[in-house]
């Protein structure tokens, strides 16, 4: 199907409006999803979690994460100013899978050559963001999925966005499964230095496709531009940019004075 062709939704009739890369299409008028390039519709479970931090309360929290933390230039609550915020519902898949890795190795690291054997078992809640290219810190990320309902447009404040997925399910899959299989070999490295054996065997419980919300918060300080991640569901700190101690002389000896000399 060409990019070009009109689309129409399947759930309403409306008229869908393609970008370039995305596959999992949610109608932006009645919330359908489907898979644009198999035609398919869209079967797993769709779910949103709701947004509970409005613009004024995200201010609050960035505001006090920058008063916080010792490695922070202690006039940055008062020197920074924010410039730009954006909130955006990113497109998330949790593969829940169990995963046997049945292995066989060495021991060398003490100077010994010690056999290691046997399986390990793990079961995984595993997140892909369905993006490609993307910055997003998806590992320190806990998605808040308590908190989840059927996925239902009216849960989208009408000045937030939100993001089509580039790739489907399947490819979702495909993905966890080499990023679990570099996660099992990192637990694994910790009794083996050689690795002679190391298979995978995978049992997919369910997928599923999940829009969460996440603040953007862009900041200047000292003429530097900086950003901060803001889970939007529980107000967490995902990631800030910590700009470098505040370079002037002042604000370089308040530092020093506090990180050094208490
Ligand atoms: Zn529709």
């Known amino acids: 199907m060409g990019i070009a062709e009109k689309v129409k939704c399947e759930g309403c009739g409306a008229p ?3 970008k370039a890369g ?3 299409i949610t109608c932006e008028y009645c919330g359908t999803a489907f898979n644009i390039a198999s035609g398919e519709d869209f079967f797993i479970k769709h779910s949103i979690i709701p947004c509970n931090y409005d613009e004024t309360k995200c201010r609050e929290v960035v505001k006090h994460w920058m008063a916080s933390g010792g490695i922070k230039p202690t006039n940055l609550p008062a020197a920074s100013k924010i410039t730009d915020m954006g909130l955006t519902f990113l497109p998330f898949y949790v593969v829940h899978t169990n995963v046997t890795t049945i292995y066989d190795g060495v021991f060398t690291r003490t100077g010994g050559q010690k056999p290691r054997n046997g399986q390990m078992h793990r079961e995984y809640y595993w997140k ?5 290219g993307s910055k997003f810190p998806t590992k320190e990320y806990e998605i808040p999925l308590r908190g989840k309902e059927d996925f239902n447009l009216s849960k989208i404040p009408p000045t937030a966005k939100y ?3 580039e790739f489907d399910e399947k490819d979702a899959e495909d993905l966890a499964r080499v990023e679990i299989q570099d996660h099992q070999k990192f637990l694994l490295s910790q009794q083996i230095d050689q690795f002679n054996k190391f298979d995978n065997d995978f049992e997919t419980e369910d997928i599923e496709f999940v829009h969460a ?3 953007r918060i862009d900041y200047t300080y000292n003429k530097g531009d900086y950003q901060v ?3 939007a569901t ?3 700190v995902i990631r800030g940019d910590i700009p470098p101690p505040d370079a002037s002389v002042g604000g370089f000896f308040s530092d020093l004075k506090k990180s050094i000399f208490g």
């Not at 892909?128 to 490609?132: E, F, N, V």
């Open 16 to 18: 869908l409006d393609l």
């Open 22 to 24: 995305e596959v999992v």
């Open 128 to 132: 892909i963001l369905g993006r490609r």
């Open 163 to 165: 993001l089509n997925a």
């Open 213 to 215: 919300p996440i603040w």
């Open 229 to 231: 991640l803001v889970d």
């Open 234 to 236: 529980t107000g967490e």
